[in-house]
Each structure stands twice: as C-alpha cells, then as structure tokens.
C-alpha cells in the first residue's frame, strides 16, 4: 500500500477475494515449486461453496520474490522468544532527519497488459538494519524539491510485501508492491506527467544499486495475533493493499517459520482488482491454496469481467464479502481478526454492506463494530 501525496492524483486499486486455481511458478529453488506451465487440477472445496477458476495469464514476480514452499529445517533466525511475543516490536527506527540508505535490489512490473496502470515489485536491501514485523510499513524519501512549499519531498508510506526474512529469507532486504500513481488530463486525454505522483513513480523508475532513503518502520495496527495458532484471518485488499496479506500469506505458507509450522486455522483473503491481469501475487497464492486446501480461502472480485454482483452491477470488493456474510460473521463470533487495506475509499461501501447485513440479522451495527474494535479483531490500514 502507499500513501501518495493528495490531489487528483489517480491510482487505481482494487479489491480480490482469491477463489481460483493457478499454473505453477518458474523459479526454482531449494523448497521451492517446480516450474510447470499447465494448471493445476482442480482441488476439494474446503468450508468454501465451489470455487470459481481464475485463469492466470500475467505476469508475475520472479527469483526470491517467486512463489515459494518451506522446505526443510527451519526459519527461525529472527524470532521473538516466544514466536508471537510482540512486546520487542519496534517503530521509527530511521526517521526522517536520519534516514537509511538502502539499495534497489530489483524492479519487476507484476501486471499484465490489459491491467489498469503499471504495479511494480521492488526490493530494497537494507543490510538487516531496519528490522520489521508482517503488517508493518517503510516510508520513503523521494529525491527533490516539492515545489509547492519549496522545501524537500516529505515521506509516503509503504505497507511491506515481505515477511521479516525478505523475499530471499536472509533477513536483509524488504519488498514493496507500488502502483504508478498517474494524472489523467480530461482536457488533453493523456496522462499529465507534471501531475503523476512524485513517489511511487520514482520507485518504478528505481534501477538496481540505486540508492533510496528509508524511515521506519511505522505501525502495528496490521500485527497478526500469532498466540492462538488455530486463529481465522479474514483479510480484504483492494489492489496494492495487497501488501500486508502477501506476507501473512508467505509467513503461514511460504516459510518454515514457528508460525507456519504451528498454524491450524484459516486464512480467507478477498482481493479485488479490475481484471485478472491486475491480479497481484496470484501465482504465489494459488501454490498455498494448493498446499493447504484446509487452511487457506481465496476470492478474487473482478470488478471490470465479472461476475456480476446479486443486484447485477459490477462486483466491488464489498459484493464478495456479502457473498459470504453468514461465514464472516459466524467467524468474528467465534473470535476471527478482520484486516482491510487499500484506498479508504473502499470502507465506506464495506460498512455500509455490513450494516446492512447486520440490519437483517438485528443487529445494530455500531455496537457490533464498537465491540470487534474493542476486542482488537478490527484492523484498519487505508490510505
């Protein structure tokens, strides 16, 4: 995720519940899937009604930021003692006064043609001296002169699309998933480059060695309450928001972390996007979803190729939910943590779905919200 500087600037985002099947990753390594290019058979539906196929034909991440299995041993090097312990999580440890300087590692488009916009993921080396949690955020320091108030850029935040282990699993770089954020002019009919947004477009511009100013990290409202191993995880993203359930995701999935390695409840990601070819990550998360057909739920709300929502309008992020309302709610009954990020334009429609749901339940929806906050199961980052 990313917080832009404001105006008119346009940034695309969308929402996904991931519901589908995909081919299997390119990149080899030890612990990782083979490469294959056919799609995989279609799995048992588990706690789920039957489960939309969502072909994948884009483009995805590459080398360590492939998707991944745990493989043997274990990835424990940068844990608390014990593992969920959170007390030692730490924020702003480079500030803006004294940022750190990290390096592009590598800049990849992970979108494909027809996707609106380009989304881009970057890994930045920080030689292990801005150490972070999953649900944490990096800001960054863009070079030059903000010329509205004629001094330098301020920081634009950035939810981390890696675990604490990085892509790499060595425990010295960071991920960050950016979306070009782009000026559409009505009057010419392109795109105003004197307009786009400073930041997210000097990332994707970012060449290997470049050095890039980093704070952080910031946050701990997006933590996972890894305590209760048998914990449901209810996570909705609207495009580059993305961000913090990648590495939910990976550190279940993907690692041989503790976490990983006890868990045994369920982790249900909605994700909207405009078309399959903006899907973010989906490769990745198609191999857990095959892994662990128990433990893991996807849906994906394509709001530009259907289906349709119940009404017959376009599915929103917010239509995917309500398909599942009785589990949703049945889950946070039960104790479940619900996580959002991406634009804040997509709360809104989310609560007004839910206070309508809550509506036909009798349920009044302000004491219901109150108490999932009060509770901590409620975790909001939009930007």
Not at 79 to 84: D, G, L, N, Q, S
Not at 101 to 114: H, T, Y
Not at 198 to 215: F, H, R, W
Not at 298 to 316: I, Q, T, W
Request: aromatic share 10%.
């Amino acid at each position: 995720g990313v917080t832009e500087s404001k105006g008119t600037v346009r940034m695309v985002r969308t929402a996904v519940f991931l519901a589908g099947l995909g081919a299997a990753s390119a990149f080899v390594a030890p612990g990782v899937l083979p490469a294959g290019g056919a799609r995989a058979p279609q799995l048992r539906a588990t706690r789920m009604s039957a489960i939309p196929t969502v072909p994948f034909d884009s483009v995805t991440p590459t080398g360590p930021s492939g998707p991944t299995l745990p493989g043997d041993g274990d990835l424990d090097f940068l844990e608390a003692t014990p593992y969920w312990d959170q007390s030692g999580v730490t924020v702003n440890i480079a500030k803006q006064k004294d940022p750190l300087i990290g390096k592009i590692v590598s800049v990849q488009r992970m979108v494909g043609p027809n996707a609106p916009g380009e989304t881009c993921n970057i890994v930045i080396d920080h030689e292990g001296k801005l150490p972070y949690w999953e649900g944490q955020s990096y800001g960054v320091l863009p070079p030059g002169i903000d010329p509205k108030k004629n001094k330098p850029y301020g920081v634009r935040l950035y939810s981390i699309a890696s675990t604490r282990y990085g892509d790499d699993k060595l425990g010295k770089t960071t991920t960050l998933c950016v979306r070009r954020a782009t000026y559409w002019d009505p009057e010419t009919g392109k795109d105003d480059p004197a307009k786009k947004g400073v930041c997210s477009n000097y990332l994707c511009d970012a060449k290997p060695g470049d050095e890039v100013k980093l704070t952080g990290p910031s946050g701990k409202v997006m933590l996972m309450p890894e305590d209760d191993p048998n914990m449901t995880y209810i996570m909705v993203a609207t495009g580059t928001g993305i961000a913090p359930f990648r590495t939910f995701l990976r550190r279940l999935f993907g690692e041989a972390t503790p976490a990983g390695k006890n868990f045994k409840g369920l982790a249900w990601l909605f994700l909207g996007v405009a078309n399959k070819d903006a899907l973010l990550y989906d490769e990745e998360f198609q191999v857990y979803l095959r892994s662990n057909p128990d433990k893991m739920r996807l849906d994906y709300a394509l709001s530009r190729e259907g289906p349709l929502n119940k009404a017959g309008g376009k599915m929103y992020i917010q239509d995917k939910v309500e398909e599942y309302s009785d589990e949703v709610f049945d889950a946070l009954d039960k104790g479940a943590h619900m996580y959002f990020c991406g634009l804040k334009g997509m709360m809104p429609g989310i609560q007004d779905m839910l206070q309508g749901v809550c509506k036909e339940k009798g349920i009044n929806f302000e004491e219901y919200l109150e108490k999932l906050k009060k509770n901590g199961q409620w975790h909001v980052e939009v930007y």
